[in-house]
């Protein structure tokens, strides 16, 4: 398949040479500029953010609804859900070759379709690799319990004074009820919602025994349940709090070393409190990266020790490796990927008429 890039465009003897860019013979018509593609190894890590929130009436839980599980206090927790690893490929800056015309002609859109193959790459192509980060939302200030009772806020209190007046030239005292509205106490509100989901139990459990006069059926029934339970839920957030849950996506890009041996490396730290850190970061566990060449083609290699022959295009095949994200003995991803830095330099000898 290679032969069908390599084609001369007269009949005469064509003479080049592959130099690393900065080395060119002096005696060079006209060059073109190829480089080698190198791996990177894009790390995707989706984790979900758990905020927990609570709940106004907390203090009253177990006194009016006889639990004792609840968010005492407002924090976050962290998980992650899944990570995978993505195959990019950019040029290698250690491998700019420039093919050197010294005779004849030669047709250098034809070098240059092993790019399609992925085994050489244009330079003037622009090749993206960002990365993508969700950043952390904090808790908004708007309040999250609105609902927080069926009855009003105000309560009437009556209070009794005394009037002192004159009868029969002796003082007496006589009782004079004052009525005024206060505001419910946090108890208060906490003993009214406690009773709502009592009553709202009970008929939930009215409307599944069939006790109402006027029965609802089919679908009516059924949203009728659906609806209580809902607001069951709404009340029960006051005592136990709320727990919102939030999905994000972080990436990490690496280029893994041209090294035939075991390779690790540090991507990032992971804490269930903070999430996802740097690696310099002091806190958190390790996430690690494993790469582990098979050594495939580590017997087709070449050597430049005696330097570059003419007339021969230089380019590179990728070895396979296994690689395992882990976090400890915890393996989160565990895949092969096809990785350049890894594989051999190869020559191969072009038709020379």
Request: net charge negative; hydrophobic share 35%.
């Amino acid at each position: 398949m290679l032969s069908l890039f390599f084609l001369s465009s007269c009949g005469t003897n064509n003479l080049f040479q592959v130099t690393r860019v900065g080395e060119e013979p002096e005696d060079y018509r006209h060059r073109s500029v190829y480089v080698l593609p190198q791996t990177l190894l894009r790390i995707n890590v989706e984790f979900e953010k758990e905020t927990f929130i609570p709940g106004p009436y907390r203090l009253f839980t177990e006194k009016y609804l006889g639990l004792n599980e609840y968010i005492a206090e407002a924090g976050y927790s962290y998980r992650i859900l899944n990570v995978d690893v993505e195959n990019l490929t950019e040029p290698d800056p250690d491998h700019f070759y420039s093919i050197n015309l010294i005779n004849g002609e030669i047709k250098w859109e034809q070098y240059l379709q092993m790019s399609h193959y992925g085994m050489i790459l244009d330079p003037s192509s622009v090749y993206d690799l960002n990365t993508t980060e969700n950043e952390d939302a904090e808790i908004p200030d708007t309040p999250f319990f609105t609902d927080r009772s069926v009855k009003r806020n105000l309560t009437e209190v009556t209070d009794t004074l005394y009037k002192t007046v004159i009868q029969d030239s002796s003082y007496v005292r006589i009782p004079i009820l004052r009525k005024q509205r206060e505001a419910k106490t946090l108890e208060q509100k906490a003993e009214e919602a406690a009773n709502f989901i009592i009553k709202t139990r009970k008929r939930r459990f009215k409307l599944l025994a069939g006790q109402y006069e006027l029965f609802p059926e089919g679908d009516a029934l059924a949203i009728s349940v659906k609806e209580l339970d809902k607001l069951e839920k709404e009340y029960l957030e006051l005592f136990l709090g709320k727990r919102i849950k939030s999905t994000y996506r972080k990436s990490y890009l690496l280029i893994p070393e041209a090294s035939k041996s075991i390779q690790s490396h540090v991507i990032g730290r992971f804490s269930q409190q903070r999430g996802l850190l740097e690696p310099t970061d002091a806190i958190g566990e390790e996430i690690m990266i494993d790469l582990e060449p098979a050594g495939k083609v580590s017997k087709i290699g070449i050597s430049l020790a005696g330097g570059f022959k003419e007339n021969n295009l230089y380019y590179r095949i990728p070895d396979i490796a296994e690689v395992r994200v882990r976090i400890k003995n915890e393996v989160l991803y565990e895949g092969r990927q096809s990785i350049f830095q890894l594989g051999e330099l190869l020559n191969y000898p072009v038709i020379n008429k």
